[in-house]
T-cell receptor, first 113, second 113 residues
């Protein structure tokens, strides 16, 4: 099955700096790559996603890039703010009967004021 | 707004007990999922369902079973709870068809003593 590796496990940045989280996947059949944000005491929530026919996608301060050849994708957050502090998960999907996702291990992002 | 609710936020059970975790979604979603979340391991898929009475094993189904008798409700059953099932359990749902986005409940923190 699919395997998704995520790095780093923890990341601390100063407010206003950029943060980058990287993921690699194992199965070239994967075609959908979302990023979820989990705030304390809540379930994860989708923040951005990208499909395999697109190399980059941007939404305000967040962007995701995909390199299909290398089988890796990254989340970029610019001008970080304290409210960006959370756990971030990458995931990959090959489709399937329920479009099920395989998640990475998560990154705890802390934005220092 | 999609709402996914889980029956308990915190649950303490004894080894060997039968445990039921309930999940309800209010948006007529086709797909429902159960994950467990452990530090450093991310979200791991236990079981999922793509229709009423239909279920498929995820990556870690051992020791668990599920039931989906109604479209809005998906139950996770621990037939005989063990200490290694102490974890955070997250339920999610998705619309179905070509849609991938999953909506998560707030989680149930289960402790087995």
């Amino acid at each position: 099955g699919e395997n998704v590796e995520q790095h780093p496990s923890t990341l601390s940045v100063q407010e206003g700096d950029s943060a980058v989280i990287k993921c690699t996947y194992s199965d070239s059949a994967s075609n959908y790559f979302p990023w979820y944000k989990q705030e304390l005491g809540k379930g994860p929530q989708l923040i951005i996603d990208i499909r395999s026919n697109v190399g980059e996608k941007k939404d305000q301060r967040i962007a995701v890039t995909l390199n299909k050849t290398a089988k890796h994708f990254s989340l970029h957050i610019t001008e970080t703010q304290p409210e960006d502090s959370a756990v971030y998960f990458c995931a990959a999907s090959m489709g399937g009967s329920a479009r099920q996702l395989t998640f990475g291990s998560g990154t705890q992002l802390t934005v220092l004021p | 707004d999609v709402k996914v609710t889980q029956s308990s936020r915190y649950l303490v059970k004894r080894t060997g007990e039968k445990v039921f975790l309930e999940c309800v979604q209010d948006m007529d979603h086709e797909n429902m999922f159960w994950y467990r979340q452990d530090p450093g391991l991310g979200l791991r898929l236990i079981y999922f369902s793509y229709d009423v009475k239909m279920k498929e094993k995820g990556d870690i189904p051992e020791g668990y079973s599920v039931s989906r008798e109604k479209k809005e409700r998906f139950s996770l059953i621990l037939e005989s709870a063990s200490t290694n099932q102490t974890s955070m359990y997250l339920c999610a749902s998705s619309l179905g068809g070509p849609t991938y986005e999953q909506y998560f409940g707030p989680g149930t923190r289960l402790t087995v003593t």
